[in-house]
């Protein structure tokens, strides 16, 4: 793009006002998107965000305790996060002066039912607010019931690994759905309910001592709660976590659904494109391993599926495959690799059988003219498999904003936006003007 990542929103405001709007009316056919360009009308066209990563000072949450105790896994604490608990209408303002028509947030369930049994109105009425924010400047809101962190009363009784963990998460689903659900426009239950299962098969490089210190910390989070026990999604058994979000998933979309029949209910799933290499590979064991169960489940309790995608994965006869020695690595070492995510959104069409809405895409880079080459040549790709007939209903990049990614702390750099860390000074970066375009003139 040639410019800084110092760009004022005034000088982004009319950049994008240069590019005119789609006046496509009416879905295109495969054909006519094909040799257009152009993208169905209604697409949507987002950037995400979650709650404990951006609002700040969770501090009813079981990833804010574990962040706290030591020892930890975590390199550093959430803190302020990027304090979107009180910056909220800023940050709807960035999505539509990036050209956006659409904002994926989360609620937290620990700000909502704090203690369990007790429904905070207050809070409730918070995420009202941020919803009728959205619509009131065209933005459609895709809301996410539960992503990862869960309340810490929640964690010292079990958490997602006893059986009555689906029971609770349900009544949770239906307090909210009756205060917030008239405003959605979009919904899924839990964000990537298979990243563990995922993550046996990434072969990331922990250290010697994790093991210790993971248990290390989940011994301290459990005392501090005045319990034996203390288990939170990001620190479970995968195993013994499968029913039970399985069935959580599943009360929880009828709970919904219950409150609000019409509204488009669905599951976010972590995905690599899985490529097979030579004879007996491994790729589609890992499949059924780590979505196999998510796809049937969505067959019968799903109106959309979320696909989640940043890398490819090649498996052999003997498993995973390292990236290619000349490949190009993001921050947390994925290989940087767009068409993946063509790979992923046909796959979860074609094993579910539902509309797929891409939930999350982007790559951790803290060079932002990586990021500007990525999103096109994503965006490329789902235009192929909508050329193809696959009914793909949006795009949402994550992340809006530079935010805390978990055990990683503020080091992955996700956003379209920076975010000073001492002042909370958002700054678009040139790559959400990029896409920007992309989303105005709703074409590739």
């Known amino acids: ?47 995400a965000t979650a709650g404990h990563q951006v609002e700040g000072n969770d501090v009813y949450s079981d990833v804010w305790l574990l962040e706290n105790v030591t020892p930890t896994t975590f390199i550093e604490r959430a803190g302020d996060a990027c304090d979107s608990l009180d910056r909220w209408s ?13 904002y994926r947030f989360s609620l937290e369930w620990s700000r909502i039912e704090p203690d369990r049994g007790f429904f905070s109105n207050a809070m409730l009425d918070h995420y009202k607010a941020i919803i009728a924010g959205c619509r009131q400047r065209g933005i459609m809101p895709v809301v996410t019931f539960n992503h990862f962190a869960a309340p810490r009363w929640f ?5 997602w690994e006893v059986a009555d963990a689906a029971g609770r998460f349900a009544r949770y689903c239906e307090r909210a759905a009756r205060a917030l659900a008239d405003g959605m426009g979009y919904a899924t239950t839990l964000n990537e309910p298979n990243a563990l299962r995922l993550l046996r098969w990434l072969r990331l490089p922990f250290p010697a001592d994790y093991k210790a210190k993971l248990q290390g910390m989940l ?142 895409n982007g790559i951790a880079t803290a060079d932002d003219a ?53 002042t909370q000074k958002r700054t678009l970066k040139p790559s959400a003007a990029v896409y920007g375009a992309i989303a105005r003139s709703n074409r590739i």
């Not at 950049?15 to 054909?31: D, I």
């Not at 152009?38 to 697409?43: D, K, W």
């Not at 539509?96 to 659409?102: D, K």
């Not at 964690?155 to 958490?159: I, L, P, Q, V």
Request: with cysteine.
């Open 1 to 47: 793009m040639g410019h800084d990542n110092s760009w004022s929103r005034r000088e982004f405001l009319a950049a994008g006002s240069s590019l005119a709007l789609s006046a496509a009316g009416g879905a295109l056919s495969a054909a006519a998107a094909e040799s257009s360009g152009r993208f169905p009308s209604g697409f949507l066209w987002g950037a």
């Open 90 to 102: 800023e940050d709807l303002d960035l999505v539509g002066a990036i050209g956006l028509n659409c």
């Open 155 to 159: 964690a010292a009784s079990g958490g």
């Open 219 to 360: 011994k301290a989070a459990a005392k501090a709660c005045g319990s034996e026990q203390f288990s939170s999604f990001i620190t479970g058994d995968p195993q013994r976590m499968l029913d039970n979000t399985l069935n959580a998933h599943i009360q929880a979309y009828a709970a919904i659904k219950a409150v609000r029949p019409d509204l488009p209910v669905g599951v976010s799933l972590a995905m690599t494109d899985d490529q097979a290499v030579g004879p007996n590979s491994k790729r589609d064991e890992k499949r059924r391993d780590v979505y196999g169960a998510w796809m049937q489940v969505s067959k019968e309790h799903a109106d959309f599926v979320g696909v989640q995608n940043y890398t490819r994965q090649l498996l052999d006869k003997n498993g995973p495959l390292p990236p290619p020695a000349n490949a190009e690595l993001g921050q947390t070492g994925d290989e940087v690799y767009p068409a993946s995510l063509e790979g992923a959104i046909r796959y979860a069409h074609e094993a579910s059988g539902k509309p797929i809405i891409v939930t999350e």
């Open 370 to 422: 990586v990021r500007a080459r990525y999103i096109p040549r994503a965006i490329a790709g789902v235009h192929r498999a909508v050329s193809a007939g696959i009914p793909v209903l949006g795009y949402i990049h994550w992340s809006l904003l530079d935010n805390f990614e978990w055990v990683f702390g503020y080091r992955p750099k996700l956003g379209l936006v920076a975010v000073d860390r001492d």
